[in-house]
Structure formats: structure tokens, C-alpha cells
């Protein structure tokens, strides 16, 4: 299996007069799961929406394989704090809108992950009556879709109860072995059993603490 690199090297943002990150450096590969921890307001954010290719860099480079990252070239899914799904219309359409803009409209493969986040019995309903943690599992199976090599979660555990939890964990387990996953979180006691990085934003800047399994 191909393996995927990631380098992120002195990457620099501002918002508004605040330099929030001041040169972030790290580097992941497939089959890595870093957690990026941070008090509020550290970047963590910025940093994801940056490598997202939602906010334009301020400087530093962001590599991917060795040449400069474009994100509509990678196969990337993100969760944000936002689901970024479509109210009305139902779940199952939810996917199938997605899918298409992925040059895919498999039947096949939306039910495999509305099954996989429990969603499968509510496939009619639509997006506006579903309870925030049902809206979270949504939009993993949306990041899902197409197969991504770069996952990108940003507190993807909120509003998530027990099962939710599970079936994200599950996922993480699945996914790494064939992807890079970068995840933003405070709550480290949910990845208990999974091999993890921990690298925290410090005053704008990167730094490795520790890894665990």
C-alpha cells in the first residue's frame, strides 16, 4: 500500500492583527493518528482550516508526497464544528449530494456508512429533525464518502453519547491503518487503546508531547 506524507513547516496565519500560528511545524504519514491539543484560542482551528484549503496560509509550506499541497487534489474528508449538511433534505439525499460531488453515486456504498453510524433507519428523515449527535454521525459518514488518505476531526466527539463515541472510535481504528488522521480534541480519555501522537499549540507554535496506545 502507497504510503502518504504530510509536512507542515513554519505555516503562519493571521486573523485580523493576531498571529495565531507563528511557524507550526510537524509531519504525519499514514497510518498516524495526531491529536492536536491546545488551550482555547491556541489555533487549533485555523490550523485545520488552513490545511483544509478553506483559509489561504500566511506563510510556511504545507507538503503533500513532497509537493505543495493542494486540497482539491487529495482525497480529504473534514468534520467541523459545523456538520455542513443540507436541512432539508433527507439523510440518505445528504449522502447522495455528497457522493456525487465525489464523481460517485453508489447505493451501495451510502448504505455501507449510514449503517456503519447507525443511521441507516432514519435515512428518510430529514436533516433538520435529527438531534445534534445524530447531525455529528452524519457528517462522518459525509467525510467518509470518498475514501479519503487525509482525515481531519475537530472535536468530533461533541454531542456524541456512548454509542456515538463507539462508533467513532471504531472508525479511527478502522481508518488508520490506510489514512493520516489529524483530530482536535481536549478529551484524550477517549482514545484510550488507540495509538496516538499528541502534538499541542504553544504559543503559536508546534510542540511534540508524547504518544500512546
Given amino acids: 500500500m502507497a504510503v502518504d506524507v504530510l509536512v507542515v513547516q513554519e505555516l503562519k496565519k493571521k486573523l485580523g492583527q493576531k498571529e495565531v500560528l507563528k511557524g507550526v511545524s510537524f509531519a504525519a504519514q499514514t497510518g498516524d493518528l495526531v491529536v492536536i491539543t491546545g488551550a482555547n484560542g491556541a489555533g487549533k482551528t485555523t490550523l485545520f482550516r488552513v490545511l483544509?484549503?478553506?483559509?489561504?496560509?500566511?506563510?510556511?509550506?504545507?507538503?503533500?508526497?513532497?509537493?505543495?499541497?493542494?486540497?482539491?487534489?487529495v482525497r480529504l474528508g473534514l468534520i467541523s464544528h459545523q456538520p455542513m449538511l443540507y436541512a432539508d433534505l433527507s439523510v440518505q439525499e445528504n449522502l447522495q449530494f455528497f457522493a456525487r460531488l465525489y464523481g460517485t453515486n453508489s447505493q451501495e456504498r451510502i448504505r455501507e456508512l449510514l449503517e456503519?453510524?447507525?443511521?441507516?433507519?432514519?435515512?428518510?428523515?430529514?436533516?433538520?429533525?435529527?438531534?445534534?449527535?445524530?447531525?455529528?454521525?452524519?457528517?462522518?459518514?459525509?467525510?467518509?464518502?470518498?475514501n479519503p488518505s487525509l482525515l481531519l476531526y475537530d472535536e468530533p466527539f461533541t454531542s456524541l453519547d456512548a454509542e456515538g463515541r463507539?462508533?467513532?472510535?471504531?472508525?479511527?481504528?478502522?481508518?488508520?491503518?490506510?489514512?493520516?488522521?489529524?483530530?482536535?480534541?481536549?478529551?484524550?480519555?477517549?482514545?484510550?487503546?488507540?495509538?496516538?501522537?499528541?502534538?499541542?499549540?504553544?504559543e503559536g507554535r508546534a510542540v511534540e508531547v508524547r504518544g500512546d496506545a
Fill in 52 to 73: 483544509a484549503g478553506l483559509l489561504p496560509k500566511g506563510g510556511g509550506k504545507i507538503q503533500w508526497n513532497g509537493e505543495d499541497l493542494e486540497p482539491s487534489q
Fill in 116 to 146: 456503519r453510524v447507525g443511521l441507516w433507519f432514519y435515512r428518510f428523515e430529514p436533516v433538520s429533525v435529527l438531534s445534534r449527535g445524530m447531525q455529528q454521525r452524519l457528517a462522518l459518514a459525509r467525510a467518509l464518502l470518498g
Fill in 166 to 202: 463507539e462508533i467513532l472510535r471504531g472508525v479511527l481504528k478502522e481508518y488508520q491503518s490506510r489514512t493520516i488522521q489529524l483530530l482536535i480534541t481536549h478529551e484524550l480519555q477517549h482514545l484510550a487503546g488507540l495509538a496516538f501522537r499528541e502534538v499541542r499549540l504553544e
